[in-house]
């Protein structure tokens, strides 16, 4: 009989998390993009782009949600869960996350049709969320409340942003900061039940905490990519780049 060695046993439960919370090392509050926009260094069009492309995330989130507890059989999961649709779709009393970003679009200076029609949006940005949705909907539901674990880290990104935006970008109107005042609350309470499910359900066995961790890098790299592609999208191209790219394969 071969002996259990310590890589096969799993992690302590407190090991678990710990490990978990290291995979903010790689959150896109590090991309090249996020840290030019925390400088205070992008152009208003570029910011502009950002909003833009980022709102196909954010009505993308609900619909993630949505799959989740479509596919969760328990009843006090969702419970719980529902309450993430109406924090975005709003609820007919309460303003949602979706139209909080809608207006963080017309305080950077873009009309409602602009940031609502997706005319702006990259087709980068389109793949990467179509990507993360579809895994929602495809994989059991404790693996996508596990990609949800990036709001781990999403707190202080929204701090930052609230902290740092009324100096850097002075021109942004302050009502255009709602939606990340109202994350703040939010994504601490989602990530006490999100964390609950991911720490009880992949703790049986070694190989279950690392597929969990993978499952979070697949999250995190949805997001670098969204961020990769808007990048690219409001990046100046030369008007011989742009004619070279019209041309025909």
């Known amino acids: 009989m071969n002996a259990v060695t310590n890589t096969d046993l799993p992690w302590t439960r407190e090991e678990f998390e710990e490990k978990l919370r290291e995979k903010g090392k790689g959150y896109h509050i590090y991309h090249p993009f996020h840290v030019m926009m925390y400088e205070g260094k992008l152009t208003k069009e570029q910011l502009q782009s950002w909003v833009a492309n980022r709102f196909y995330y954010q009505i993308g989130i609900p619909q ?18 529902i309450v993430r649709i109406t924090d975005h779709d709003g609820d007919g009393v309460n303003e949602g996350g979706i139209e909080a970003w809608i207006k963080l679009g017309q305080a950077v200076g873009l ?7 997706l005319k702006l949006v990259s087709p980068g940005v389109r793949f990467a969320v179509d990507a993360y949705i579809n895994f929602a909907r495809q994989r059991p539901w404790q693996e996508s409340v596990c990609s ?15 902290s740092s935006w009324p100096t850097m970008y002075p021109w942004i109107k302050e009502e255009g900061l709602v939606y990340f005042k109202k994350r703040l609350t939010e994504a601490r309470r989602d ?5 609950g499910v991911t720490l009880d359900y992949f703790s049986t066995s070694r190989a279950m905490q690392e597929r969990a961790l993978e499952i ?8 670098w990519v969204i961020a990769d592609s808007i990048m690219l999208a409001s990046t100046t191209i030369k008007v011989e780049d742009r004619d070279y790219l019209r041309q025909p394969r």
């Open 111 to 117: 009309t409602r049709e602009d940031v609502t029609s």
């Open 148 to 162: 949800s674990l990036t709001e781990l880290f999403a707190p202080h990104i929204h701090q930052q942003r609230i």
């Open 191 to 195: 990530v006490e039940q999100g964390l």
């Open 64 to 81: 993630k949600d949505a799959a989740i507890l479509s596919n969760c059989p328990d009843k006090e999961v969702r419970k719980e869960w």
């Open 216 to 223: 979070l890098q697949f999250k995190l790299d949805v997001l």
